[in-house]
């Protein structure tokens, strides 16, 4: 890979830059080579669990300086498409309260429960758009509001289709099993999924770079949805065998990225290094 031909790398975050509280190998020193080069990074999370701020601050704390500018997540994404295409939308949120406060950030209107009446029933013509997303906190009432705002033809959004969420030790039930109840109960499939592996993280953070996608890299650790989302998207692509993905997957599956690397420690290496 020559230097020159990449200009922004967008770089997914867990089993890529790093795994728990652990950078991953070449990540902290990597990073900073590249940015030293002039080649802009950008970091993607389908999480919208947490602000912007709170990736950034981790990515600071792992000795990778960041902002809340440097960090897309899928509510991010969501909030961002909304407000452009959609920004009258009053919205009903199966999601906790970080990614609400996004949403509204971006001029959104989100209609709420009272947290102290919990047998207030929001009335569901008062609701344009359900959007779904991780959410530790769903309940009954929450799923209702949503089943019968969908049955009176609200739209039907999701910040992240992910069916569970990797934790040590196992997993947890995510945004994709409350999807799946929703679509299975009112027979109405989803309209809009805002992370990956949908087109529009891609568009969001190749506006972000504001680099051309056939000279910018996507790097990240899952076949289905990094390595697809980035190859679709005309961009470069890149596989740390960091993450999820190992050799044997990588060998049966017909999603084959541009470059298979231990780590991105030797991915910076290809690129800072010319002749390689
Ligand atoms: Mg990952």
């Known amino acids: 890979m020559k230097k020159n031909s990449i200009d922004g790398i967008v770089f997914d975050l867990d089993g890529t830059v790093y795994l728990g509280e652990k950078a991953l190998p070449g ?14 990074v ?7 669990l947490q602000p912007r701020q709170v990736y950034a601050a981790k990515l600071s704390r792992l000795g990778i300086p960041a902002t809340a500018d440097d960090v897309i997540t899928s509510g991010f994404v969501l909030g961002q498409h909304l407000a452009r295409t959609a920004p009258d939308l009053r ?5 906790e309260p970080p990614l609400k406060g996004e949403l509204r950030s971006h001029g959104l209107t989100v209609v709420e429960e009272s947290d102290q009446d919990p047998k207030e029933v929001i009335d569901p013509s008062g609701i344009d ?15 209702n509001t949503a089943y019968q705002a969908l049955r009176q033809g609200a739209r039907f959004f999701a910040t992240n289709a992910d069916k569970t969420c990797p934790m040590p030790g196992g997993a947890i039930p995510d945004a994709g099993a409350t999807i799946a109840a929703l679509e299975h109960i009112t027979g109405r499939r989803l309209e809009l999924l805002a992370g990956k592996p949908s ?7 190749l506006a972000g770079l504001g680099t051309a996608p056939e000279h910018s890299l996507m790097v990240g650790d899952r076949l289905e949805t990094d390595i697809r989302m980035g190859r ?13 993905t190992q050799g044997a997957d990588l060998a049966h599956s017909d999603i084959q990225p541009d470059f298979v690397v231990a780590h991105i420690g030797e991915l910076v290496h290809m690129i800072l290094t010319p002749g390689t």
């Not at 758009?129 to 799923?143: E, N, P, S």
């Open 27 to 40: 990540a902290t020193d990597g990073i900073a080579a590249l940015r030293r080069h002039g080649i802009r």
């Open 42 to 48: 950008l970091f993607v999370s389908n999480k919208p």
């Open 91 to 95: 919205l009903y949120v199966i999601g």
């Open 129 to 143: 758009a359900v959007v779904v997303a991780f959410d530790r906190t769903l309940d009954y009432r929450k799923l």
């Open 199 to 205: 087109p529009l993280t891609m568009q969001v953070a």
């Open 232 to 244: 679709d998207a005309g961009m470069i692509t890149a596989l740390p065998l960091t993450g999820v």
